[in-house]
């Protein structure tokens, strides 16, 4: 027998996987469809109703109605149903965000057919038993009890309604909205309201029409949309609702006042591109510049060089078409002030460039996160909504990658020296002892 060495096997040509292909389904649905080779499939399909859209006095309804879906479907009760997923032994999950709700199923290839069948029963045909929305509405303040659990969470929360919050009338409607101010769980004035049929209205807008399922399989896209059609092709429109738009508030200065806090924390939001801006790529490096990892400009200012904080992060935020930047930190009382301080300098700092080193550090950075996030067949499909939702087209999986080698230090910097001082109307919340103060103006507590 000839031994042929492993340098020799995987000197053959690689095939270049097919292409996906894009298809308007007569319903209404939009079907991302990925050939792929392999034992396996991932679909993910995305409802666009999330928490922004839960009608004002009524939140939680969203993720309450998601939970809902999986108490029983067609014929079967919430035990029949499970059973039936675990017979395929399939992998369901999925979510509520505050744009829309997702369901995620993975599997073998030969159970695809099975699993669409399945996922078109919950979504389209739940039991909805009345019996259980006080059990799901429960767990629901249990959860909005536990977000209180750390000083982290609470900001977050004060964060939401303080700088993104704020009603908004629905499309075509007197109703109002309520928004990106309150958690997915709700409120527990808005889960005490919920009743059976208020989440049987909420489904009932749900349909085919702004809905989008990818779906990555060993078939071809004409197989995969065939297989699709059969169980969704007469799915009724349903109602598209406006894509929801958050109501940032410049400048706002909000304190949450907590005495026994041994630690002063922080949080500072500013408006920056979006997704679909020419800008983005450029934004994504420099800020993995400025706080990606431990050889970031925030890691060494804050940590290494003052020792303020064990962490200070910055981090990009899309809601709607508009895209945000948020720093955030903890530091002891007495050095907070110190700690924000140093931030806002470094933020200023960050609009004369990057060196060539941390441009390439971060660009190396990105490139690894790609490489490793492409790999999946469950991330893919992810990969596949998200650029039908903020780019509204399909990005082959190799461009990203040829962007952000082709994209230079020049370009990023001029983009940085452009930019203006962002400082201004920023949105500082604050939680802990006493307020801050950003510049010359004192937070009010």
Do not use: C
């Amino acid at each position: 027998m000839t031994f042929t060495p492993p340098t020799a096997r995987s000197a053959r040509p690689a095939t270049a996987a097919p292409a996906a292909e894009l298809f308007a389904l007569p319903s209404g649905l939009t079907l991302a469809a990925q050939p792929r080779a392999g034992a396996a499939f991932a679909l993910s399909l995305r409802v666009p109703w999330g928490s922004a859209h839960d009608p004002l006095g009524l939140e939680g309804t969203a993720g309450v109605l998601e939970e809902w879906l999986f108490k029983g479907a067609a014929d079967r009760d919430a035990r029949a149903l499970a059973d039936a997923f675990d017979a395929l032994g399939l992998r369901h999950g999925g979510g509520v965000g505050t744009e829309a709700t997702r369901l995620s199923l993975s599997g073998l290839n030969a159970d695809l057919p099975a699993a669409l069948r399945l996922l078109a029963d919950v979504v389209r045909r739940p039991a909805l038993p009345a019996s259980e929305v006080p059990v799901l509405a429960d767990l629901a303040r249990q959860d909005l009890e536990g977000l209180q659990d750390t000083p982290e969470e609470r900001l977050a929360l004060h964060t939401r309604a303080a700088v993104f919050g704020g009603p908004r009338p629905a499309q075509g409607s007197g109703t109002m909205l309520a928004g990106f101010g309150h958690p997915v769980s709700g409120t527990h004035a808005g889960l005490s309201a919920l009743t059976a049929q208020s989440l049987r209205d909420a489904h009932a807008r749900w349909g085919a029409q702004g809905s989008l399922l990818a779906v990555v399989a060993d078939l071809s896209a004409a197989e995969i949309r065939e297989q699709v059609e059969e169980v969704f092709g007469d799915w009724v429109p349903g109602t598209a609702p406006e894509a929801p738009e958050p109501h940032f508030h410049a400048g706002v200065r909000s304190h949450l006042s907590h005495a026994g806090s041994e630690q002063t924390h922080l949080s500072l939001s500013w408006p920056a591109v979006g997704a679909n801006h020419p800008d983005y790529l450029p934004s994504q490096l420099a800020l993995t510049a400025f706080s990606g990892g431990s050889a970031s400009r925030l890691f060494h200012a804050v940590r290494e060089e003052r020792g303020l904080a064990y962490a200070a992060h910055a981090s990009a935020l899309l809601l709607g078409s508009q895209g945000f930047w948020q720093l955030g930190a903890a530091s002891t009382p007495s050095r907070a002030q110190e700690t924000l301080d140093v931030l806002l300098a470094e933020t200023e700092r960050l609009r004369l460039g990057l060196t060539t080193h941390e441009f390439e550090r971060a660009r190396r950075g990105l490139l690894t996160g790609l490489a490793f996030s492409e790999e999946g067949l469950r991330a893919r499909a992810g990969a596949m909504l998200r650029d039908l939702v903020l780019l509204g087209r399909l990005r082959e999986p190799g461009e990203l990658r040829g962007q952000l080698r082709a994209i230079t230090l020049e370009e990023v910097n001029g983009y940085l020296a452009a930019l203006p001082d962002p400082l201004p109307g920023a949105a500082l919340v604050t939680l802990g002892r006493a307020p801050l103060s950003l510049g010359a103006q004192e937070l009010s507590a």
